[in-house]
């Protein structure tokens, strides 16, 4: 999942249109195709699988100080590794928020499970709310001096991808890191003020999930779960296609119908983490049967070097062989699905013989190590 949203990311200029509200679709049958995939994988549901399955972690960390100070540890280290890939990789790093979550989330762990899932859906509903808030206000009409500031905006927005094109491809190691590190700060205010609360919220959610041994496969069955798998699941993929529509037709700078649809996106993305784990854990003994699902189950083990090996190896395509916003978008599309296959031959292998990952390890190192003593 990662392969498809990130590779777009790295290698073009795709995030300054989304924002801008450009219409992509214009293009070829092909890159219109890939818009939909890019699409049909949102960022957040990614991330809300992930961070609820980190809700594992910290389960009992709240009994005793020794508990919380490793857990304490564990995201400062991913704090300080998102930190350094955020500014030295990739600007769309996500680890950052991670570890910020995590630290947010620590004070609260000693709740009751009911409080943790009801402080998890306010956090998770709140954006929803403000981007809810936006279109009411837009129903009686935008003002005119509203728009054309939106309008200046977008347009703007338009022309930092011609600036980062330009970076991106000069060869030049100061002009690219310059860029980086504005696009770096550019996607903290996008994406902080919303996808930070709902990362918060859904590490509650799986911290009270995983307290209950909802992630144990001997609960697969639960009643829980069939809801996720048979309400959460249709209900977000009706809400997410209807936000991939309207951010493929509905191209202008602020609307009523491109306010609703960000609505609907916002409260897609996390029934949609909810179905995704229901339909893992419901399914899990029937898709590691076969081997493409075992190679999804390695890579998944190695979550944290795939994730950086696919920052690295994009960037190094994107900025040292100059090939950012060179390559169409359904290319990068056939090219993530490719990585997912060689990462998950790769990988297999690994876990067959019960390696650890070499981020994993890292991030290990650091987080038991012992402090000596002078």
Known sequence: MLFLTNVPLIMSGIRYREVAGFDISTGSTADTLGWFVFHSTPTMMGIGIFVMLMGMGLVGAHRTP??????????????????????????????????VAGLCVLPLLRLSQRMLVAVGVVLITFPVLVTLADAIAQIGGIP????????????????????????????????????????????IQEFAPIGLLQVC???????????????????????????MAWR?????????????????????????????????????????????????LRNGEWLTRSHPGRCLAAIGRYSLTTYLGCSVIATVAAYGLG????????????????AIVIAGELALPARDRNRVGPVEAVVRAFTTAERRSP
Not at 323 to 338: D, E, N
Request: net charge positive; charged share 10%; aromatic share 10%.
């Open 201 to 227: 919220g859904l590490l509650l959610i799986g911290t009270a999930l995983a307290r209950k041994g909802m992630f144990h496969p001997a609960n697969a069955n639960h009643p829980y779960w069939r809801v």
């Open 144 to 187: 005119d001096d509203v728009l054309r500031g939106l309008e200046r905006t977008s347009a703007g927005l338009m022309g930092q991808e011609t600036t980062a094109a330009r970076r991106y491809t000069s060869g030049d190691i100061g002009q690219v890191a310059a860029q980086r590190v504005a696009d770096w700060w550019g996607y």
């Open 66 to 99: 020794t508990g919380m100070t490793a857990a304490r540890r564990r995201f400062l280290v991913l704090g300080a590794l998102g930190v350094v890939h955020g500014l030295l990789v990739w600007w769309g790093d996500i680890l950052l928020y991670y570890a």
């Open 323 to 338: 090939l950012y916003g060179i390559v169409p978008l359904w290319m990068l599309q056939l090219l993530a699905v490719t």
């Open 232 to 280: 959460a699941g249709p209900a977000g993929l009706l809400l997410g296609v209807a936000g991939i529509l309207v951010r493929t037709y509905d191209t202008s700078a602020a609307s009523l119908l491109g306010a609703l649809g960000s609505t609907a996106v916002l409260i897609s993305s996390p029934l949609l983490a909810l179905w995704w784990c229901a339909a893992v």
